[in-house]
Protein backbone atom coordinates (compact mmCIF):
# COMPACT_ATOMS: atom_id res chain seq x y z
CA UNK A 1 0.00 0.00 0.00
CA UNK A 2 2.98 2.12 0.78
CA UNK A 3 4.37 1.66 -2.42
CA UNK A 4 1.51 2.39 -3.99
CA UNK A 5 0.83 5.47 -2.90
CA UNK A 6 4.96 6.21 -3.56
CA UNK A 7 4.07 5.54 -6.95
CA UNK A 8 1.23 8.06 -7.27
CA UNK A 9 3.17 10.75 -5.56
CA UNK A 10 5.79 10.41 -8.07
CA UNK A 11 3.65 9.97 -10.90
CA UNK A 12 1.91 13.40 -9.99
CA UNK A 13 5.30 14.96 -9.24
CA UNK A 14 6.43 14.04 -12.87
CA UNK A 15 3.35 15.16 -13.81
CA UNK A 16 3.22 18.85 -12.09
CA UNK A 17 6.65 19.25 -13.67
CA UNK A 18 5.58 18.31 -17.04
CA UNK A 19 2.94 20.39 -16.34
CA UNK A 20 5.07 23.06 -15.22
CA UNK A 21 7.29 22.82 -17.86
CA UNK A 22 5.04 22.66 -20.90
CA UNK A 23 3.36 26.04 -19.52
CA UNK A 24 6.91 27.73 -18.50
CA UNK A 25 8.17 30.88 -21.33
CA UNK A 26 10.55 33.39 -21.37
CA UNK A 27 10.18 36.80 -23.02
CA UNK A 28 13.25 38.58 -23.93
CA UNK A 29 14.36 42.17 -23.00
CA UNK A 30 13.30 43.31 -26.26
CA UNK A 31 10.23 41.56 -27.04
CA UNK A 32 6.71 41.60 -25.70
CA UNK A 33 4.54 38.40 -25.67
CA UNK A 34 0.64 37.92 -26.57
CA UNK A 35 -1.06 35.09 -25.42
CA UNK A 36 -4.03 33.78 -27.05
CA UNK A 37 -6.33 31.04 -24.95
CA UNK A 38 -8.35 29.05 -27.68
CA UNK A 39 -7.50 31.43 -30.55
CA UNK A 40 -8.90 34.46 -28.46
CA UNK A 41 -6.29 37.36 -27.59
CA UNK A 42 -5.87 37.62 -23.98
CA UNK A 43 -5.69 41.08 -22.52
CA UNK A 44 -2.76 42.48 -21.72
CA UNK A 45 1.27 42.11 -22.56
CA UNK A 46 3.40 39.72 -21.49
CA UNK A 47 6.71 41.70 -20.87
CA UNK A 48 10.44 39.97 -20.20
CA UNK A 49 11.03 37.26 -17.35
CA UNK A 50 9.41 33.38 -16.81
CA UNK A 51 6.14 34.05 -18.18
CA UNK A 52 3.35 30.74 -17.23
CA UNK A 53 0.67 29.45 -19.46
CA UNK A 54 -1.89 27.11 -19.68
CA UNK A 55 -0.68 23.74 -21.48
CA UNK A 56 -2.52 22.83 -24.65
CA UNK A 57 -4.61 25.79 -24.16
CA UNK A 58 -2.56 28.83 -24.17
CA UNK A 59 -0.78 29.97 -27.00
CA UNK A 60 1.89 32.87 -26.86
CA UNK A 61 3.20 34.66 -30.00
CA UNK A 62 6.41 37.07 -29.24
CA UNK A 63 7.22 39.90 -31.38
CA UNK A 64 10.27 41.72 -31.32
CA UNK A 65 10.32 45.24 -30.29
CA UNK A 66 13.58 46.36 -31.92
CA UNK A 67 14.18 48.44 -34.96
CA UNK A 68 13.94 46.72 -38.32
CA UNK A 69 16.30 47.18 -40.83
CA UNK A 70 14.67 46.60 -44.29
CA UNK A 71 16.56 46.91 -47.44
CA UNK A 72 14.23 48.14 -50.72
CA UNK A 73 14.85 46.58 -53.83
CA UNK A 74 16.35 48.58 -56.73
CA UNK A 75 13.40 50.08 -58.63
CA UNK A 76 13.45 51.67 -62.01
CA UNK A 77 11.13 54.26 -63.34
CA UNK A 78 11.19 57.06 -65.82
CA UNK A 79 11.72 61.07 -63.37
CA UNK A 80 9.16 63.98 -64.18
CA UNK A 81 12.12 65.26 -67.06
CA UNK A 82 11.92 62.03 -68.89
CA UNK A 83 14.94 60.25 -67.33
CA UNK A 84 15.04 56.41 -66.72
CA UNK A 85 17.29 55.69 -63.20
CA UNK A 86 17.74 53.04 -61.01
CA UNK A 87 16.43 53.35 -57.43
CA UNK A 88 17.39 51.81 -54.26
CA UNK A 89 16.37 52.66 -50.67
CA UNK A 90 16.41 51.73 -47.02
CA UNK A 91 13.55 51.42 -44.21
CA UNK A 92 14.04 51.33 -40.76
CA UNK A 93 10.91 50.77 -38.76
CA UNK A 94 9.79 49.02 -34.97
CA UNK A 95 6.63 47.78 -34.05
CA UNK A 96 5.01 50.02 -31.44
CA UNK A 97 1.90 48.22 -31.21
CA UNK A 98 1.85 44.31 -31.00
CA UNK A 99 -1.28 43.38 -31.21
CA UNK A 100 -2.26 45.29 -34.09
CA UNK A 101 1.18 43.82 -35.70
CA UNK A 102 -0.06 40.38 -35.06
CA UNK A 103 -3.71 41.04 -35.54
CA UNK A 104 -4.46 43.84 -38.59
CA UNK A 105 -2.22 42.18 -41.12
CA UNK A 106 -0.95 38.97 -42.23
CA UNK A 107 3.11 39.56 -41.95
CA UNK A 108 3.65 42.79 -41.37
CA UNK A 109 7.50 43.16 -42.79
CA UNK A 110 6.17 41.93 -46.23
CA UNK A 111 3.61 44.60 -45.75
CA UNK A 112 5.93 47.13 -45.28
CA UNK A 113 8.33 45.76 -47.93
CA UNK A 114 5.24 46.03 -50.64
CA UNK A 115 4.71 49.65 -49.67
CA UNK A 116 8.09 50.96 -49.82
CA UNK A 117 8.44 49.73 -53.17
CA UNK A 118 5.08 51.46 -54.38
CA UNK A 119 5.98 54.48 -52.83
CA UNK A 120 9.70 54.87 -54.18
CA UNK A 121 8.60 54.44 -57.78
CA UNK A 122 5.95 57.09 -57.00
CA UNK A 123 8.48 59.46 -55.58
CA UNK A 124 10.76 58.62 -58.67
CA UNK A 125 7.84 59.30 -60.90
CA UNK A 126 7.36 62.52 -58.98
CA UNK A 127 10.67 64.35 -58.96
CA UNK A 128 13.18 65.56 -61.67
CA UNK A 129 16.75 63.88 -61.75
CA UNK A 130 18.20 66.78 -60.09
CA UNK A 131 16.70 66.65 -56.59
CA UNK A 132 17.33 63.06 -56.53
CA UNK A 133 20.79 63.83 -57.08
CA UNK A 134 20.87 66.77 -54.70
CA UNK A 135 17.85 67.03 -52.85
CA UNK A 136 17.67 63.74 -51.29
CA UNK A 137 16.91 65.05 -47.86
CA UNK A 138 12.88 66.23 -48.83
CA UNK A 139 13.21 63.21 -50.91
CA UNK A 140 13.33 60.92 -47.94
CA UNK A 141 10.63 62.83 -45.71
CA UNK A 142 8.30 62.43 -48.80
CA UNK A 143 9.08 58.72 -48.77
CA UNK A 144 8.50 58.50 -45.50
CA UNK A 145 4.92 59.82 -44.99
CA UNK A 146 4.13 58.16 -47.58
CA UNK A 147 5.14 54.81 -46.10
CA UNK A 148 4.03 55.68 -42.82
CA UNK A 149 0.43 56.40 -43.62
CA UNK A 150 -0.59 52.89 -43.97
CA UNK A 151 1.77 51.33 -41.62
CA UNK A 152 0.08 53.18 -38.54
CA UNK A 153 -2.65 51.48 -38.44
CA UNK A 154 -0.34 48.00 -38.63
CA UNK A 155 0.97 48.92 -35.18
CA UNK A 156 4.01 49.68 -37.27
CA UNK A 157 6.11 53.21 -37.13
CA UNK A 158 8.61 54.16 -39.84
CA UNK A 159 11.98 55.52 -38.01
CA UNK A 160 13.71 56.77 -41.17
CA UNK A 161 13.89 56.28 -44.89
CA UNK A 162 16.89 56.62 -47.11
CA UNK A 163 17.97 56.48 -50.58
CA UNK A 164 20.89 54.78 -51.33
CA UNK A 165 21.96 54.76 -54.72
CA UNK A 166 20.76 56.49 -57.76
CA UNK A 167 21.79 54.64 -61.24
CA UNK A 168 22.41 56.32 -64.43
CA UNK A 169 22.43 55.39 -67.96
CA UNK A 170 26.28 55.61 -69.25
CA UNK A 171 24.73 58.27 -71.64
CA UNK A 172 23.94 60.38 -69.37
CA UNK A 173 26.32 59.85 -67.49
CA UNK A 174 28.85 61.22 -70.12
CA UNK A 175 26.64 64.42 -70.61
CA UNK A 176 26.57 65.17 -66.89
CA UNK A 177 30.25 65.18 -66.95
CA UNK A 178 30.72 67.00 -70.22
CA UNK A 179 28.48 69.65 -68.57
CA UNK A 180 30.38 69.84 -65.34
CA UNK A 181 33.77 70.07 -66.98
CA UNK A 182 32.58 72.95 -69.57
CA UNK A 183 30.86 74.96 -66.23
CA UNK A 184 34.51 74.30 -64.48
CA UNK A 185 36.01 75.52 -67.93
CA UNK A 186 33.98 78.43 -67.51
CA UNK A 187 34.82 79.37 -64.28
CA UNK A 188 38.80 78.65 -64.99
CA UNK A 189 38.48 81.09 -68.11
CA UNK A 190 36.65 83.68 -65.38
CA UNK A 191 39.02 83.76 -63.09
CA UNK A 192 42.49 83.54 -65.14
CA UNK A 193 40.75 86.48 -67.33
CA UNK A 194 40.09 88.43 -64.16
CA UNK A 195 43.71 87.55 -62.76
CA UNK A 196 44.68 89.60 -65.96
CA UNK A 197 42.90 92.55 -65.52
CA UNK A 198 44.09 92.73 -62.33
CA UNK A 199 47.81 92.36 -63.81
CA UNK A 200 47.49 94.80 -66.58
CA UNK A 201 46.30 97.33 -64.02
CA UNK A 202 49.55 96.38 -61.84
CA UNK A 203 51.55 96.62 -64.96
CA UNK A 204 49.98 100.08 -66.11
CA UNK A 205 50.99 101.58 -62.54
CA UNK A 206 54.25 100.36 -62.51
CA UNK A 207 54.82 101.81 -65.75
CA UNK A 208 53.54 105.15 -64.79
CA UNK A 209 55.87 104.90 -61.84
CA UNK A 210 59.05 103.64 -64.22
CA UNK A 211 58.45 107.01 -66.38
CA UNK A 212 58.73 109.46 -64.10
CA UNK A 213 62.15 107.50 -62.45
CA UNK A 214 63.94 106.52 -65.06
CA UNK A 215 66.47 104.90 -62.80
CA UNK A 216 63.90 102.66 -61.74
CA UNK A 217 63.96 100.49 -65.13
CA UNK A 218 67.42 100.37 -65.05
CA UNK A 219 67.47 98.81 -61.56
CA UNK A 220 64.83 96.10 -62.35
CA UNK A 221 66.81 94.81 -65.51
CA UNK A 222 69.87 94.44 -63.03
CA UNK A 223 67.10 92.56 -60.97
CA UNK A 224 66.25 90.66 -63.41
CA UNK A 225 70.44 89.74 -64.79
CA UNK A 226 71.00 89.07 -61.20
CA UNK A 227 67.84 86.56 -60.95
CA UNK A 228 68.71 84.96 -64.09
CA UNK A 229 72.53 84.51 -63.40
CA UNK A 230 71.68 83.13 -59.90
CA UNK A 231 70.59 79.83 -61.93
CA UNK A 232 74.57 78.88 -62.69
CA UNK A 233 73.30 79.57 -66.59
CA UNK A 234 76.18 79.23 -69.06
CA UNK A 235 74.45 81.88 -71.51
CA UNK A 236 72.94 85.40 -70.53
CA UNK A 237 70.37 86.79 -72.29
CA UNK A 238 70.45 90.78 -72.10
CA UNK A 239 67.32 92.71 -73.45
CA UNK A 240 68.68 95.80 -76.26
CA UNK A 241 66.61 98.71 -76.16
CA UNK A 242 64.86 99.10 -79.60
CA UNK A 243 65.78 102.75 -79.35
CA UNK A 244 69.02 101.91 -79.78
CA UNK A 245 69.04 100.11 -82.77
CA UNK A 246 67.00 103.05 -84.50
CA UNK A 247 69.73 105.04 -83.01
CA UNK A 248 72.02 103.40 -84.49
CA UNK A 249 70.23 102.62 -87.93
CA UNK A 250 69.71 106.69 -88.51
CA UNK A 251 73.59 107.24 -87.90
CA UNK A 252 74.67 104.66 -90.44
CA UNK A 253 72.17 105.89 -92.79
CA UNK A 254 73.60 109.64 -91.82
CA UNK A 255 77.16 108.11 -92.82
CA UNK A 256 76.47 106.45 -96.04
CA UNK A 257 75.38 109.66 -97.92
CA UNK A 258 76.96 111.24 -100.68
CA UNK A 259 80.31 112.34 -100.98
CA UNK A 260 82.18 115.81 -102.22
CA UNK A 261 80.44 117.08 -105.42
CA UNK A 262 82.72 115.60 -108.27
CA UNK A 263 83.92 112.55 -106.83
CA UNK A 264 83.09 109.29 -108.49
CA UNK A 265 80.62 106.60 -106.34
CA UNK A 266 82.06 104.07 -104.80
CA UNK A 267 82.23 101.12 -106.61
CA UNK A 268 80.56 102.74 -110.02
CA UNK A 269 81.75 103.37 -113.21
CA UNK A 270 83.95 106.25 -113.65
CA UNK A 271 82.08 109.58 -114.79
CA UNK A 272 82.81 110.74 -118.55
CA UNK A 273 84.69 114.08 -118.57
CA UNK A 274 81.67 116.04 -120.36
CA UNK A 275 79.28 115.29 -117.61
CA UNK A 276 81.66 116.11 -114.85
CA UNK A 277 80.43 119.44 -114.40
CA UNK A 278 76.64 118.25 -114.68
CA UNK A 279 77.12 115.68 -111.92
CA UNK A 280 78.86 118.00 -109.73
CA UNK A 281 75.59 120.57 -109.84
CA UNK A 282 73.05 117.63 -109.37
CA UNK A 283 75.55 116.73 -106.39
CA UNK A 284 75.36 120.38 -104.95
CA UNK A 285 71.95 120.92 -105.71
CA UNK A 286 70.44 117.09 -104.57
CA UNK A 287 71.01 116.94 -100.63
CA UNK A 288 69.62 112.87 -100.49
CA UNK A 289 70.33 110.25 -102.81
CA UNK A 290 68.10 109.06 -105.09
CA UNK A 291 66.37 105.98 -103.93
CA UNK A 292 67.54 102.53 -105.23
CA UNK A 293 65.19 100.66 -107.89
CA UNK A 294 63.80 97.94 -106.07
CA UNK A 295 63.86 95.64 -109.29
CA UNK A 296 67.28 96.15 -110.51
CA UNK A 297 69.17 97.99 -106.93
CA UNK A 298 72.32 98.00 -108.68
CA UNK A 299 71.50 99.88 -112.17
CA UNK A 300 72.36 96.34 -114.22
CA UNK A 301 69.71 96.99 -116.25
CA UNK A 302 69.82 99.70 -119.10
CA UNK A 303 66.86 101.82 -118.66
CA UNK A 304 65.02 103.59 -121.68
CA UNK A 305 62.64 105.95 -122.11
CA UNK A 306 59.69 104.90 -123.76
CA UNK A 307 58.94 106.06 -127.35
CA UNK A 308 62.46 106.77 -128.19
CA UNK A 309 63.62 105.18 -130.95
CA UNK A 310 64.96 101.68 -131.04
CA UNK A 311 63.18 101.28 -127.97
CA UNK A 312 60.93 98.72 -128.99
CA UNK A 313 62.03 96.21 -130.90
CA UNK A 314 60.61 95.85 -134.68
CA UNK A 315 58.22 92.85 -135.41
CA UNK A 316 61.63 92.13 -138.42
CA UNK A 317 63.95 92.29 -135.40
CA UNK A 318 61.73 89.52 -133.34
CA UNK A 319 60.89 87.41 -136.27
CA UNK A 320 64.03 84.59 -137.26
CA UNK A 321 64.89 85.48 -140.48
CA UNK A 322 63.16 83.99 -143.49
CA UNK A 323 66.80 81.82 -144.46
CA UNK A 324 66.95 80.29 -140.78
CA UNK A 325 63.36 79.06 -141.09
CA UNK A 326 63.57 77.62 -144.80
CA UNK A 327 67.02 76.09 -142.59
CA UNK A 328 64.76 74.66 -140.23
CA UNK A 329 61.79 73.62 -142.20
CA UNK A 330 64.07 71.15 -144.35
CA UNK A 331 65.98 69.99 -141.47
CA UNK A 332 62.70 68.50 -140.12
CA UNK A 333 62.03 67.09 -143.32
Request: contains cysteine; negative net charge; charged residues 25%.
Amino acid sequence: MIEALIAAAVTIVCLGAIYLMAGARVVKQYERGLVFRLGRLRPGLRGPGFVMIVPFVDRMRKVSMQIVTLPIPAQEGITRDNVTVRVDAVVYFKVVAPADAVIQVEDYRFAVSQMAQTSLRSIIGKSELDDLLSNREKLNQGLELMIDSPAVEWGVTIDRVEIKDVSLPETMKRSMARQAEAARDRRARVINADAELQASRKLAQAAEQMADHPSALQLRLLQTVGAVAAEKNSTLVLPFPVELLRFLERAQSGLAGPGPAGAPAAGGPPAAADGAGAGAEEGENDDVPAPLDPIDPLGMVEKRELGSPGDAATAEELEPPQQDREDGEDRED
